[in-house]
């Protein structure tokens, strides 16, 4: 390493794009949490509402492909939203695997949720600017970061 360990240090602080896109990450989905809250709701929560409206059976392993998420977080977010009642388990084949739908219930709160997603989705782009917005767009697709089917 040419670099003292103080100044690659201040490089780190100053330069990591993943630090970046954490810090990113979290202003934006407070946008939408924010606005999601009065209804009990975040917004990993309702991408799953949304992702088990689309699948109508949603596979977990599929499901957390699509959304880049870990299996032991969504098992968590599920337990929690069939809690709720928004998510009932659908028993299959195999014992192992545990699809779900979304329940009546779900779809009443997925709709109610529509207005305060458009109120985030309007803030988020408002403070990303059209720029951003396309950027974070051509980088999802660039990385080929599935769209829910």
Same mark, same amino acid.
Request: proline share 5%; net charge positive.
């Given at each position: 390493?040419?670099?003292?360990?103080?100044?690659?240090?201040? *490089?780190?602080?100053?330069?990591?794009?993943?630090?970046k896109v954490?810090? %990113?990450?979290?202003?934006?989905?407070?946008?939408?949490?924010?606005?999601?809250?009065?209804?009990?709701?975040?917004?990993?929560?309702?991408?799953?509402?949304?992702?088990?409206a689309? %699948?109508? %059976?949603?596979?977990? !392993?599929?499901?957390c492909?699509?959304?880049?998420?870990?299996?032991?977080t969504?098992?968590?977010?599920?337990?929690?939203?069939?809690?709720?009642?928004?998510?009932?388990i659908?028993?299959?084949?195999?014992?192992? !695997?545990?699809p779900?739908r979304?329940?009546?219930?779900?779809?009443?709160?997925?709709?109610?949720?529509?207005?305060?997603?458009?109120? *985030?989705?309007?803030?988020?782009?408002?403070l990303l600017?059209?720029?951003?917005?396309?950027?974070?767009?051509?980088?999802?697709?660039?990385?080929?970061?599935? *769209?829910?089917?």
């Open positions: 390493m040419d670099q003292k360990p103080s100044q690659a240090i201040d *490089a780190i602080a100053r330069n990591c794009i993943a630090v954490r810090q %990113l990450n979290r202003v934006i989905t407070n946008v939408y949490d924010d606005a999601l809250r009065p209804l009990g709701l975040k917004i990993s929560q309702l991408n799953v509402l949304v992702a088990a689309k %699948l109508g %059976l949603a596979q977990p !392993t599929r499901l492909e699509i959304l880049q998420m870990d299996a032991s969504l098992s968590r977010n599920v337990d929690r939203m069939r809690a709720k009642g928004w998510l009932e659908v028993s299959g084949e195999d014992g192992r !695997t545990q779900f979304l329940t009546p219930r779900g779809m009443r709160l997925l709709e109610k949720a529509i207005p305060a997603w458009e109120r *985030a989705q309007h803030r988020a782009a408002e600017g059209p720029d951003g917005v396309a950027a974070v767009t051509t980088t999802a697709r660039k990385l080929a970061v599935q *769209a829910i089917p």
